[in-house]
């Protein structure tokens, strides 16, 4: 019997995409905020941006444990602008998730045409596991990731 498909989005759910220019990387951030001024573009346009990003915490020891139930698809968008980072997403995976093996990751724009059950569930769990431990409730999450999927113990933090 396969396992049900779990897709889970990467920008902001398992990558720690900056929300703004001052959250960027600081390895980058003065030269992608003069790129951006004088381009007039986004710093989600800046080349090679996702290859400085980091994973969000607890993201791949919860796609670890999601792993043993679920066959993960990462369904993720690429800035159209932004060639670079069509392959700087398939680079961030194979880097940060190696455990998914190849051919795991779908780049679409149209991600609503994919059909997945769980598709919005890890986004809020994800939500939820970072509101929870800013505010030091940890053991919370476990609790809430065990009513909605049914893990006993996801040791994600």
């Known amino acids: 019997m396969s396992k049900p498909v779990l ?8 990558v720690d995409f900056p929300e703004t ?3 960027v990387p ?6 992608c905020s003069r790129w ?4 007039q573009k986004h710093h989600s346009d800046y080349p090679r941006i996702f290859s400085s990003l980091k994973p ?19 369904l993720s968008s690429a800035p159209w602008d932004n060639i670079s980072s069509w392959t700087d997403k398939r680079v961030w995976v194979e880097k940060n998730l190696p455990m998914l093996g190849r051919k795991c990751l779908i780049l679409s724009h ?16 994800m939500e939820l596991q970072r509101l929870v431990i ?7 999450i476990l609790e809430v990731m ?6 006993k113990s996801l040791n994600i933090l």
């Open 7 to 14: 897709y889970i989005d990467m920008d902001g759910v398992i």
């Open 21 to 23: 220019i001052n959250e």
């Open 26 to 31: 600081l390895s980058i951030r003065d030269e």
């Open 36 to 39: 951006c001024k004088s381009n």
């Open 56 to 74: 969000k915490f607890g993201a791949v020891n919860a796609v670890k444990a999601l792993q043993s139930k679920y066959a993960i698809l990462l």
């Open 110 to 125: 149209r991600k609503d045409l994919n059909r997945g059950r769980f598709w919005s569930m890890i986004e809020v769990i």
């Open 134 to 140: 800013t505010k030091g409730k940890i053991g919370f």
């Open 146 to 151: 065990n009513s909605l999927i049914g893990f």
